[in-house]
T-cell receptor
Framework: GAGVSQSPRYKVAKRGQDVALRCDPISGHVSLFWYQQALGQGPEFLTYFQNEAQLDKSGLPSDRFFAERPEGSVSTLKIQRTQQEDSAVYLC??????????????FGDGTRLSIL | GESVGLHLPTLSVQEGDNSIINCAYSNSASDYFIWYKQESGKGPQFIIDIRSNMDKRQGQRVTVLLNKTVKHLSLQIAATQPGDSAVYFCAENNGNAGNMLTFGGGTRLMVKP
């Protein structure tokens, strides 16, 4: 498709389970971002990739969160030993250029994660 | 840390009127700003952006104004339509490598027919 694609759209997991969220960025986009959005709030930055390199992971809330983009295209956000506070919408965004470019980020529709 | 904020959490306008959504930012190093529209169950949709070397930028029915002196950003929507009903976020680039965006809490725009 033409836009950023995320899967699954909805994920329900029991506390303590591991989950993996997938992001397919717009083809050819160099930069990829993950954000977390709590209900009624704006998205909050988690991590950033330029091609396959993870250049910023300062927003990851704990070492249970891990992201990768091994071939510089598809990215996976993994959350280990999920907790109830991990319940949120996880958004992926991509942009064409890399750092310092000031290009708009284009978002997918997110994965809504619910931890029971 | 520094963040982007909004003055009005909810804005209700009559169809056909103009809408103005305001945003205050506090990071003087920010040099790029974006307005996004988010409908229920969907991701943020890019509306318009502006760089810090500009004061005003116009798109189709939308205008963004940037006042760096008072660190204020606004989105004007002309002839507001029911399809404009959504939550609007302003976001700023924090001036660091990677262009991560810092979002405000959002303003809900409700358009009355």
């Amino acid at each position: 498709g033409a836009g950023v694609s995320q899967s699954p759209r909805y994920k329900v997991a029991k506390r303590g389970q591991d989950v993996a969220l997938r992001c397919d960025p717009i083809s050819g986009h160099v930069s990829l971002f993950w954000y977390q959005q709590a209900l009624g709030q704006g998205p909050e930055f988690l991590t950033y990739f330029q091609n396959e390199a993870q250049l910023d992971k300062s927003g990851l809330p704990s070492d249970r969160f891990f992201a990768e983009r091994p071939e510089g295209s598809v990215s996976t956000l993994k959350i280990q030993r999920t907790q109830q506070e991990d319940s949120a919408v996880y958004l992926c965004a991509s942009s064409f250029w890399g750092a310092y470019s000031n290009q708009p980020q284009h978002f997918g529709d997110g994965t809504r994660l619910s931890i029971l | 840390g520094e963040s982007v904020g909004l003055h009005l959490p909810t804005l209700s306008v009559q169809e056909g009127d103009n809408s103005i959504i305001n945003c205050a930012y506090s990071n003087s190093a920010s040099d790029y700003f974006i307005w996004y529209k988010q409908e229920s169950g969907k991701g943020p949709q890019f509306i318009i952006d502006i760089r810090s070397n500009m004061d005003k930028r116009q798109g189709q029915r939308v205008t963004v104004l940037l006042n760096k002196t008072v660190k204020h950003l606004s989105l004007q929507i002309a002839a507001t339509q029911p399809g404009d009903s959504a939550v609007y976020f302003c976001a700023e680039n924090n001036g660091n490598a990677g262009n991560m965006l810092t979002f405000g809490g959002g303003t809900r725009l409700m358009v009355k027919p």
